[in-house]
């Protein structure tokens, strides 16, 4: 252990924790100050809303593709004898946000928002229902 | 000359309870806001904020702290030896606080036509007309910092848990072996002054405007001493007895509550003490230019100098990692025994060659 290998990293090391005390500090006080979500951000899901009502025509190609097999779609007719998602259904538990339902969609009747606190008190609220999916404008 | 007291003026007793008073409560608040420093300072270091919610960027953290571990539950082990475990934290705790009572902190001030020197332990003989303060005063230093290892050793060894008792074994070793170093590097200073009291030690200090410092006297001295001090209170990067990757938390495992706070306090305290004595001994103490003329810049130079020697030791902290066991060992017995002895060699060829 000879005085220079000792001393001159220690010394070296001072200066650099110096230089980083007159930086600006990094972290983001989280609650009061957001983080900037990114645009393509993958986040809660929405469904898309045309002429008042779900662009979703239950083709089932978001639950075929999706790889967690959280999307459950259940088709009905309506009035004027067009198919629609009587049920639509997302396990946010199971899902991995890997956003190829929204690829699959071939009416764009599915985006991802840039929601991302989707903590909750019991499994059951993380079946995120149809009205609540189409809540997120 | 007014009333007198076992044949000294009242004016003696109230100083007295002033200075004692006033230390005290200067150590307490430095000890509390030493850890809100601490946390801003490497908070910062590391680029993040440190405390930042309670008051303003987190001014009442120390007191939220305090207040929270007071109203924590007591745990005593049931198969610890309940005295030894409750008085431990307290014999860590008071030497700490009671090294204060010798470290010049101001010059002689005049209240009231009686002249205080600003020492808890030291008066002003007007007969004489100098200070008379404890004459061994670095000895009591040694001894204090000395005695500081029994409340470790003894908390470790009460708490009958086995990362305690290897905390306690290991601060004991560590603080046997940097203390010898530590008290061999004052040597010098004390070669060169010839005198153990504090006062006279900083007196010594005063030419060159207040800046005729030992620690440009004796630069090796003062390094090895800072060293070999900040390793004696146990900090990082010698915090070997608390190592939480090997010890969960060292001798303070067991603890809980206020016995916990006072471990904690007693380490920041021993750090303010540790850098008072640095202060004392190398830095000049009090003086500083126009110290002399103007009394009141005493203690602000004091405080400035200590305050300075805190941020150095947490400055240390936020960069340099914890020694190996085995590398504090050969750099106490193996490096800065041998260099503080050499220095003492030196030191007396060098005032012989002058003399």
């Known amino acids: 252990m000879n005085p220079i290998n000792t001393f001159v990293p220690i010394i070296k090391g001072l200066k650099i924790t110096l230089e980083h005390l007159f930086k600006k500090p990094v972290t983001l006080q989280y609650p009061t100050e957001r983080p900037k979500v990114a645009q393509r951000f993958r986040g809660l899901h929405a469904l898309n809303v045309?002429?008042?009502?779900?662009?979703?025509?239950?083709?089932?190609?978001?639950?075929?593709?999706?790889?967690?097999?959280?999307?459950?779609?259940?088709?009905?007719?309506?009035?004027?004898?067009?198919?629609?998602?009587?049920?639509?259904?997302?396990?946010?538990?199971?899902?991995?946000?890997?956003?190829?339902?929204?690829?699959?969609?071939?009416?764009?009747?599915?985006?991802?928002?840039?929601?991302?606190?989707?903590?909750?008190?019991?499994?059951?609220?993380?079946?995120?229902?149809?009205?609540?999916?189409?809540?997120?404008? | 000359m007014g009333i007198e007291i076992l044949g000294l003026p009242l004016m003696y007793y109230i100083a007295m309870v002033a200075k004692v008073v006033g230390a005290f409560v200067f150590v307490l608040l430095t000890v509390a806001y030493a850890t809100y420093a601490e946390r801003k300072i490497i908070g910062h270091m590391q680029v993040r904020l440190g405390p930042m919610r309670t008051g303003w960027h987190g001014l009442l953290q120390p007191i939220a702290d305090g207040v929270k571990l007071f109203f924590k539950e007591e745990i005593i082990p049931s198969?610890?030896?309940?005295?030894?475990?409750?008085?431990?934290?307290?014999?860590?705790?008071?030497?700490?606080?009671?090294?204060?009572?010798?470290?010049?902190?101001?010059?002689?001030?005049?209240?009231?036509?009686?002249?205080?020197?600003?020492?808890?332990?030291?008066?002003?003989?007007?007969?004489a007309g100098r200070v008379y303060d404890v004459n061994v005063g670095v000895l009591y230093v040694l001894a204090m910092s000395s005695l500081g290892v029994y409340g470790i050793v003894l908390a470790g060894w009460a708490s009958n848990s086995k990362y305690s008792l290897l905390g306690g074994l290991r601060s004991s070793a560590q603080m046997i072996s940097y203390e010898l170093s530590a008290a061999l590097a004052i040597v010098a200073v004390f070669m060169l002054s010839g005198t153990l009291s504090l006062n006279e030690i900083v007196n010594l200090q005063s030419g060159c405007g207040g800046l005729a410092w030992y620690a440009f006297k004796q630069p090796l001295a003062f390094v090895l001493f800072f060293i070999c001090a900040i390793a004696e209170i146990n900090r990082t990067p010698f915090d070997l007895p608390e190592a939480e990757t090997e010890l969960v938390s060292g001798f303070c495992t067991e603890y809980s509550s206020m016995k916990y706070a006072m471990f904690f306090m007693a380490e920041y305290a021993n750090m303010v003490t540790v850098c008072a004595i640095t202060t004392t001994l190398f830095l000049g103490g009090w003086n500083g230019p126009l110290a002399t003329t103007i009394p009141i810049l005493g203690p602000v130079y004091f405080v400035a100098k200590v305050y300075f020697l805190i941020f150095f030791c947490m400055w240390l902290r936020a960069t340099v990692p914890r020694y190996r066991y085995d590398q504090l060992m050969h750099l106490g017995w193996k490096v800065f025994l041998p260099v503080s002895l050499l220095n003492i060699v030196a030191t007396a060829i060098w005032n012989y060659v002058i003399q």
């Open chain 1, 50 to 137: 045309s002429h008042d009502k779900a662009k979703c025509v239950a083709c089932y190609l978001c639950p075929t593709v999706c790889p967690a097999k959280c999307i459950t779609v259940e088709a009905g007719e309506d009035a004027n004898h067009d198919k629609y998602a009587a049920r639509y259904e997302i396990d946010m538990l199971r899902c991995i946000f890997c956003g190829y339902c929204v690829e699959a969609c071939p009416v764009d009747a599915i985006r991802m928002t840039g929601e991302f606190e989707l903590a909750n008190y019991s499994r059951k609220d993380f079946i995120y229902s149809k009205e609540r999916l189409l809540e997120k404008k």
């Open chain 2, 79 to 127: 198969q610890a030896s309940t005295f030894a475990f409750l008085v431990a934290p307290l014999i860590a705790l008071i030497p700490a606080f009671i090294t204060f009572a010798v470290i010049p902190f101001g010059g002689v001030i005049e209240v009231a036509g009686y002249k205080i020197p600003l020492q808890i332990a030291a008066y002003f003989d007007t007969a």
